[in-house]
């Protein structure tokens, strides 16, 4: 019996599709899935594999923005995998990653939405950091230019609250971390009512 996260990898001919997963939010605040960020702090999290596919489709949207299709043995091919049918592949199991961290989803059998900017590091994900990438992230974290009237503050705290909401962290600890970020303890409250109203 097949979950939501399956995708059906039968015989190499078959072919799978891949099409971009259209998210605004995410889309507007997030890191391109080839960008130094995803590389030093998303790498730890999803595997090296995981990241390589969603490098490797973000290349073949900037090519084919409606997605494209290829047959999944040439597609394991091109990501250097052995392709054998079955819930053990190493592609497989890639795929269940993708999609158990939010960064695709399984839309049919065949049939693979992929994300192409991924959001910043929840609390819980960085906690599971190397002390040393914890470090670098809160350096990262505390060197973003952050925006310059009281209006661009407001709507980029609303965007982070519904993005760190929507991945799972409580009000409480989402409101600690935009107080950490340098938010105004009113903004920030404005923020998370804001975020909880509009889900």
């Known amino acids: 019996m097949t979950s939501p996260t399956d995708i059906h990898l039968l015989v190499p001919t078959d072919v799978i599709a891949f099409r971009p997963w259209t998210d605004a939010l995410i889309d507007s605040i997030g890191h391109d899935v080839r960008s130094t960020y995803v590389e030093r702090f998303w ?3 999803l595997g090296p594999a995981a990241v390589l596919i969603l490098r490797r489709t973000a ?6 923005p409606d997605g494209f299709e290829v047959p999944v043995g040439n597609f394991a091919q091109w990501m250097g995998f052995h392709f054998h049918p079955g819930r053990h592949s190493v592609l497989f199991h890639t795929i269940r990653r993708l ?3 939010g960064t695709a989803k399984v839309e049919g059998g065949h049939t693979l939405a992929v994300r192409r900017f991924l959001p910043t590091l929840t609390a819980r994900q960085r906690s599971r950091l190397t002390p040393e990438l914890r470090v670098e992230h809160d350096q990262w974290l505390a060197g973003r230019p952050r925006p310059n009237s009281h ?5 980029r705290l609303r965007l982070l609250a519904q993005t760190l ?3 799972g962290d409580e009000p409480a600890l989402v409101e600690r971390q935009l107080h950490q970020w340098g938010a105004h303890p009113a903004l920030a409250h404005e923020a998370i009512r804001w975020a ?3 889900s």
């Open 59 to 64: 290349d073949e949207f900037d090519r084919h």
């Open 165 to 167: 909401l929507a991945n």
């Open 151 to 155: 209006h661009d503050q407001r709507a």
């Open 196 to 198: 909880r109203q509009a």
């Open 43 to 45: 790498l730890a999290p």
């Open 99 to 101: 999609t158990r961290f």
